[in-house]
Antibody, heavy 119, light 107 residues
Framework: QVKLLQSGAALVKPGDSVKMSCKAS????????IHWVKQSHGKSLEWIGY????????NYNEKFKSKATLTVDKSSSTAYMEFSRLTSEDSAIYYC????????????WGQGVMVTVSS | DIQMTQSPASLSASLGETVTIECRAS??????LAWYQQKPGNSPQLLIY???SLADGVPSRFSGSGSGTQYSLKINSLQSEDVASYFC?????????FGSGTKLEIK
């Protein structure tokens, strides 16, 4: 069955970077796009961007363009997101999610990575 | 960006009741709308896509409708396992945007 397994929770200091992973299984990795979504505590969801595992092409929400870097390793069916220059506003749960190439709704989600930014 | 206005913010209903959650887009999104259910401590799960298509494995008591800028999610015969937050999402334009969520509780 389709699974997106994300890396564990992270506690980081302000100004640092964090890199999280999303390992896909149960489907052909390059047949779907991987998106990343932020959920601040108790609040709604914000789309960060996506990466096309086949081409490596990316598309970012303007809000996160200088903050997030998306990469992929096809050999291990794993997508990565690095979040830089962290502040307390970046404390949140980050999800990876799968969508097909034509309709950008998300049919499978990872379990989420809780990132806490604190000195 | 397209703004998605979701209402109500919270909702309390009895078991067996029918509830409706509304989502209004700031411009026409041509039925490119999804609904998600998020149970406490879990990631969102797809319920409805293309405004009215039921995702795989979703009970038929969930249904979606609407067009243009106005959309709704209806839950018939409310069950205890339906306690969750519900979010709408438009995917007609980039960036995809979400409603602020509706928290559903049982009376």
């Amino acid at each position: 069955q389709v699974k997106l397994l994300q890396s564990g929770a992270a506690l980081v200091k302000p100004g640092d970077s964090v890199k999280m992973s999303c390992k896909a299984s149960g489907y052909t990795f390059t047949d779907y796009i991987i998106h990343w979504v932020k959920q601040s505590h108790g609040k709604s969801l914000e789309w960060i961007g996506y990466i096309n595992p086949y081409s490596g092409g990316t598309n970012y929400n303007e809000k996160f363009k200088s903050k997030a870097t998306l990469t992929v390793d096809k050999s291990s069916s794993t997508a990565y997101m690095e979040f830089s220059r962290l502040t307390s506003e970046d404390s949140a749960i980050y999800y990876c999610a799968r969508a097909d190439y034509y309709s950008y709704y998300f049919d499978y989600w990872g379990q989420g990575v809780m990132v806490t930014v604190s000195s | 960006d397209i703004q998605m206005t979701q209402s109500p913010a919270s909702l309390s209903a009895s078991l067996g009741e029918t509830v409706t959650i509304e989502c209004r887009a700031s411009e026409d999104i041509y039925s490119n709308l999804a609904w998600y259910q998020q149970k406490p401590g879990n990631s969102p799960q797809l319920l409805i896509y293309d405004a009215n298509s039921l995702a795989d494995g979703v009970p038929s008591r969930f249904s979606g409708s609407g067009s243009g800028t106005q959309y709704s999610l209806k839950i018939n015969s409310l069950q205890s396992e339906d306690v969750a937050s519900y979010f709408c999402q438009q995917y007609n334009n980039y960036p995809p945007t979400f409603g602020s969520g509706t928290k559903l509780e049982i009376k």
